[in-house]
């Protein structure tokens, strides 16, 4: 079992930032791949972003590729996302999420979640 608690998300106007993060506890952090999806009310879970088990290779999606950076710190056993040029479409419940595949985009890739943390970008 892996256990993920993000924290980080809140309030703030467009064009700001806000970075995410992410704790894991259980097994071995370092084995796993995370990721970042967001969700609104009455959509499915969209990917955000990935990174692979090591750091190594990241992947975004199209909306948020240039504006946020997803990053890891294996001995803090701790994954990030910092979000810059923030809009009000980023607004959205943000979970984090271990998967032992290779960067899926789908959260069925996934086999752990965190329990989500509200961003909110007003206009």
């Known amino acids: 079992q892996v256990q993920l608690v993000e924290s980080g998300g809140g309030l703030v106007q467009a064009g700001g930032s806000l970075r995410l993060s992410c704790a894991a506890s259980g097994r071995t952090f370092s084995r796993y791949g995370m990721g970042w999806f967001r969700q609104v009310p009455g959509k499915e879970r969209e990917f955000v972003a990935s990174?692979?088990?090591?750091?190594?290779?990241?992947l975004y999606s199209d909306s948020v590729k240039g504006r946020f950076t997803i990053s890891r710190d294996n001995a803090k056993n701790t994954v990030y996302l910092q979000m810059n040029s923030l809009k009000p479409e980023d607004t959205a419940v943000y979970y984090c999420?271990?998967?032992?595949?290779?960067?899926?985009?789908?959260?069925?890739?996934?086999?752990?979640w965190g329990q989500g943390t509200q961003v909110t970008v007003s206009s």
């Open positions: 999420a271990a998967t032992e595949l290779f960067l899926p985009r789908s959260h069925g890739g996934y086999d752990y």
């Open positions: 990174i692979t088990s090591s750091g190594g290779t990241t």
